[in-house]
T-cell receptor, first 114, second 113 residues
Framework: KQEVTQIPAALSVPEGENLVLNCSFT??????LQWFRQDPGKGLTSLLL?????REQTSGRLNASLDKSSGRSTLYIAASQPGDSATYLC?????????????FGQGTTLQVKP | NAGVMQNPRHLVRRRGQEARLRCSPV?????VYWYRQLPEEGLKFMVY????????ESGMPKERFSAEFPKEGPSILRIQQVVRGDSAAYFC???????????FGPGTRLTVL
């Protein structure tokens, strides 16, 4: 059974700091991995999608890496800003059955202090 | 160029009533997923539908819950005889093909009194 774990559960950093969020999954048979952002009481915003054949994806100040064999992904946020404060969710599209359903981690709640 | 739309955004029901949650996918997307986020818990997959077909309902409770995605109109998640434990945020996502990037709606927050 696929399980996704995110560490740390919460993180507080001063503005301007670079930071790394971690995601691990137990079954390497995935099709892709997606990072999302969720603001309190809001929906999910897709940040980056990494296909299983890819090693990383970049969008602006965000960089996500994927090491499928070791079951790990990291989300790197450069020069953090208070507006980055949110919960970050990692989700894998599990390979079994090929339905594309996402299995989510519990999230990392980030607070960036001005 | 609208994204995924869900309505209502907030829904209050008394125990025993029915709840109907609607999801209109991104235009051109024929794959719809429903997820539930219980208070203080992560998002859990419920059901995956294509037009007029339920493909995977492995995450749906066996009783009281049903979903459809008709040829015309939005996808509907229906909860009959709601109980307090059904209180949660229900999110819909769509994608153009299977195993692709999923785009999420704003969610429907269901409160059962």
């Amino acid at each position: 059974k696929q399980e996704v774990t995110q560490i740390p559960a919460a993180l507080s950093v001063p503005e301007g700091e670079n930071l790394v969020l971690n995601c691990s999954f137990t079954d390497s048979a995935i099709y892709n991995l997606q990072w999302f952002r969720q603001d309190p009481g809001k929906g999910l915003t897709s940040l980056l999608l990494i296909q299983s054949s890819q090693r990383e994806q970049t969008s602006g100040r965000l960089n996500a890496s994927l090491d499928k064999s070791s079951g790990r992904s990291t989300l790197y946020i450069a020069a953090s800003q208070p507006g980055d404060s949110a919960t970050y969710l990692c989700a894998v599209s599990h390979g079994s059955g090929n339905t594309g359903k996402l299995i989510f981690g519990q999230g990392t709640t980030l607070q960036v202090k001005p | 160029n609208a994204g995924v739309m869900q309505n209502p955004r907030h829904l209050v029901r008394r125990r025993g009533q029915e709840a109907r949650l609607r999801c209109s996918p991104v235009k051109g997307h024929s794959h719809v997923y429903w997820y539930r986020q219980l208070p203080e818990e992560g998002l859990k997959f419920m059901v995956y539908l294509q037009k007029e077909n339920i493909i995977d309902e492995s995450g749906m409770p066996k009783e009281r819950f049903s979903a459809e995605f008709p040829k015309e109109g939005p996808s509907i998640l229906r909860i009959q005889q709601v109980v307090r434990g059904d209180s949660a945020a229900y999110f819909c996502a769509s994608s153009p093909i299977t195993v692709n990037e999923q785009f999420f709606g704003p969610g429907t927050r269901l409160t059962v009194l």
